[in-house]
């Protein structure tokens, strides 16, 4: 599903951009101190938590794992999906 998900944005989230653009693989623009900023097209990037060899004890263990995946998934270009598979 995760999968799924980061296909059809991309194709989606393609759409909003210029052809230059996308050809370009970024945008640039003035950030709020008016310097040229290149800034990369949007993407989404998927952390997933299983509990199938990890138990997990509570929401708040829940969350700071995926949140772990989040960040490891947006380390890598692209959308991404990354999934917990560490074991105890």
Given at each position: ?88
């Amino acid at each position: 599903m995760a999968k799924r998900i980061i296909g059809e944005s991309a194709r989606e989230v393609a759409r909003l951009y210029r052809e230059e653009t996308r050809a370009a693989g970024y945008l640039e623009t003035r950030d709020r101190q008016g310097s040229l900023t290149r800034y990369p097209l949007m993407t989404v990037s998927v952390g997933g938590v299983s509990t199938a060899h990890r138990p997990v004890s509570s929401y708040l263990e829940l969350t700071e794992i995926a949140a772990e995946m989040k960040v490891c998934a947006k380390t890598q270009d692209g959308g991404n999906f990354v999934i917990d598979r560490r074991r105890n």
